[in-house]
T-cell receptor, first 112, second 120 residues
Framework: AQSVSQHNHHVILSEAASLELGCNYS??????LFWYVQYPGQHLQLLLKYFSGDPLVKGIKGFEAEFIKSKFSFNLRKPSVQWSDTAEYFCAVNTGFQKLVFGTGTRLLVSP | SAVISQKPSRDICQRGTSLTIQCQVDSQVTMMFWYRQQPGQSLTLIATANQGSEATYESGFVIDKFPISRPNLTFSTLTVSNMSPEDSSIYLCSVEDPGLAGGGPYNEQFFGPGTRLTVL
């Protein structure tokens, strides 16, 4: 069965620090990859997605992620975080048939 | 994109009772999905609900425990039956992107706000 691993469960950063959240998946075929974010008290919303093409994808709010097929990874990055980035971040993989498999999530706390 | 609403937003229920959660979408969508997010855990797909056919359940989830209705292209319900404290979770409805003509297997999904259920 497909699985998604997010290695960091809790991350605490100061404003302006750089962020990298790890995501690895287990599936040997074609995948589509997503990062979702859930701000406190809000819905899950899509941050960015990779379907094909350039493995470096840019999303909203200055986030980007790089798909490295050989490493089965799709790490999320942001060069300089803000207090408003405090949220829970979920990596998800779609291997077809509309089924999303989610990682366990990473809670990010950015201190002002 | 799609705007999704869920009712109720939260509820506290007694063991042995049932709760029906409603999901309403502002546009017609082919596929709707129900997820569960247990405390401290990730989202797990319960079932996929297509209009006009039986819902498709994932391993570990059965229709008797989680009956689903999908009467039209904008609405679905999930019932949590004969509840126990282990059913305490956030239940989320999601839909595939209705804006992509023809759909496809890799569409992104939009999520509702969730229903926080506590079973005593």
């Amino acid at each position: 069965a497909q699985s998604v691993s997010q290695h960091n469960h809790h991350v605490i950063l100061s404003e302006a620090a750089s962020l990298e959240l790890g995501c690895n998946y287990s599936y040997g075929g074609t995948v589509n990859l997503f990062w979702y974010v859930q701000y406190p008290g809000q819905h899950l919303q899509l941050l960015l997605k990779y379907f094909s093409g350039d493995p470096l994808v840019k999303g909203i709010k200055g986030f980007e992620a790089e798909f490295i097929k050989s490493k089965f990874s799709f790490n999320l990055r942001k060069p300089s975080v803000q207090w408003s980035d405090t949220a829970e971040y979920f990596c998800a993989v779609n291997t077809g048939f509309q089924k999303l498999v989610f990682g366990t999530g990473t809670r990010l706390l950015v201190s002002p | 994109s799609a705007v999704i609403s869920q009712k109720p937003s939260r509820d506290i229920c007694q063991r042995g009772t049932s709760l029906t959660i409603q999901c309403q979408v502002d546009s017609q969508v082919t596929m709707m999905f129900w997820y569960r997010q247990q405390p401290g855990q990730s989202l797990t797909l319960i079932a996929t609900a297509n209009q006009g056919s039986e819902a498709t359940y994932e391993s570990g989830f059965v229709i008797d425990k989680f009956p689903i209705s999908r009467p039209n292209l904008t609405f679905s319900t999930l019932t949590v039956s004969n509840m126990s404290p282990e059913d305490s979770s956030i239940y989320l409805c999601s839909v595939e992107d209705p804006g992509l003509a023809g759909g496809g297997p890799y569409n992104e999904q939009f999520f509702g706000p969730g229903t926080r259920l506590t079973v005593l």
